[in-house]
Nanobody
Framework: QLQASGGGLVQAGGSLRLSCAASGRTFRSYDMAWFRQAPGKERDFVAAVTWSAVNTYYADSVKGRFAISRDNTKNTVTLQMNSLKPEDTAVYYC?????????????????WGQGTLVTVSS
């Protein structure tokens, strides 16, 4: 089970830190990712981190602004979001897969959290 938190309202240029807490002993077996879905749009890939935290992946739209990390001792994955823009407004979801292939398809991820809303005002 995945539980996302940390969303809220922030002005453009500001920062937010999202967290995803996972239950269960197998967290370190999963590659983790964040997706987001804006109103009326499809769910888009944001970032991913492999089980060992050695490799990270980012959508072009967030490279240099967002950073994904994980702590396998605490069963958490974090998304640090800096220099936020109004177009970053969306519901953010954490997701897990047993093997991340590098794709950006949400269908590759079997486990999902409930989402946390991020609103960036201009």
């Amino acid at each position: 089970q995945l539980q996302a938190s940390g969303g809220g309202l922030v002005q453009a240029g500001g920062s937010l830190r999202l967290s995803c807490a996972a239950s269960g002993r197998t967290f370190r077996s999963y590659d983790m990712a964040w997706f987001r879905q804006a109103p009326g749009k499809e769910r888009d890939f944001v970032a991913a981190v492999t089980w060992s935290a050695v490799n990270t992946y980012y959508a072009d739209s967030v490279k240099g602004r967002f950073a994904i990390s994980r702590d396998n001792t605490k069963n958490t994955v974090t998304l640090q979001m800096n220099s936020l823009k109004p177009e970053d407004t969306a519901v953010y979801y954490c997701a897990a897969t047993t093997f991340y292939s590098g794709s950006h398809y949400s269908s590759d991820f079997a486990l999902w959290g409930q989402g946390t809303l991020v609103t960036v005002s201009s």
